[in-house]
């Protein structure tokens, strides 16, 4: 079956101006996850969505940094007022439900801040 | 709180030569640990799991044992192949859900 899809693949974008990325997770996953890969870096976390609950927002690195999910489908990362520090792979990740462990990866939308 | 590190790289390698790629942690509670692979031009994936102490996780010829006493989820592989060049990511998983990634280790796999 399809996995998870992202979109834009690749982002440049100037100093200043917001971007809005794309998830969509696959089918039927209730959990989803925002993930930013420096270069050079780890994986750091963002924000997870889980079902109907209150998301955990507690890796925004900003006020700059939103994230909205419909239901159990699509999310959009947005970033304000966007920053060379910004630039990175932006990752998301879905999972079927909780008591499954394994997170389904997205091929990541690269983010170039001039 | 909860982390992972993992040996920094890069790792450069002969065709056929053993690998281990160290991972240790911190963490309340029980976590689960995983090994995450991204091959070059790809998405991150799954490579092998393990969900409590002295758990064995294997895929593809690699291995990792989940070690409490010394809070360790070493990767290792026999005979490492071309095909395995990729970046090698060390997670855990709390309870709570979260989980938390290491820097990533590159191997090189020479002919």
């Known amino acids: 079956g399809a996995g998870v899809s992202q979109s834009p693949s690749n982002k440049v974008t100037e100093k200043g101006k917001d971007v809005e990325l794309r998830c969509d997770p696959i089918s039927g996953h209730t959990a989803l996850y925002w993930y930013r890969q420096r270069l050079g870096q780890g994986l750091e976390f963002l924000i997870y969505f889980q079902g109907n609950s209150a998301p955990d927002k507690s890796g925004l690195p900003s006020d700059r940094f939103s994230a909205e999910r419909t239901g159990e489908s699509v999310s959009t990362l947005t970033i304000q007022r966007t920053q060379q520090e910004d630039s990175a792979v932006y990752l998301c990740?879905?999972?079927?439900?909780?008591?499954?462990?394994?997170?389904?990866f997205g091929p990541g939308t690269r983010l170039l801040v001039l | 709180g909860n982390s992972v590190t993992q040996m920094e790289g890069p790792v450069t390698l002969s065709e056929e030569a053993f690998l281990t790629i160290n991972c240790t942690y911190t963490?309340?509670?029980?976590?689960?640990l995983f090994w995450y692979v991204q091959y070059p031009g790809e998405g991150l994936q799954l490579l092998l799991k393990a969900t409590k102490a002295d758990d064995k996780g294997s895929n593809k010829g690699f291995e990792a044992t989940y070690r409490k006493e010394t809070t360790s989820f070493h990767l290792e592989k026999g005979s490492v192949q071309v095909s395995d060049s990729a970046v090698y990511f060390c997670?855990?998983?709390?309870?709570?859900?979260?989980?938390?990634f290491g820097a990533g280790t590159r191997l090189t796999v020479k002919p």
């Open positions: 963490a309340t509670g029980y976590p689960s």
């Open positions: 997670a855990l998983r709390p309870q709570n859900n979260d989980m938390r």
């Open positions: 990740a879905s999972r079927e439900n909780r008591g499954q462990e394994t997170q389904y």
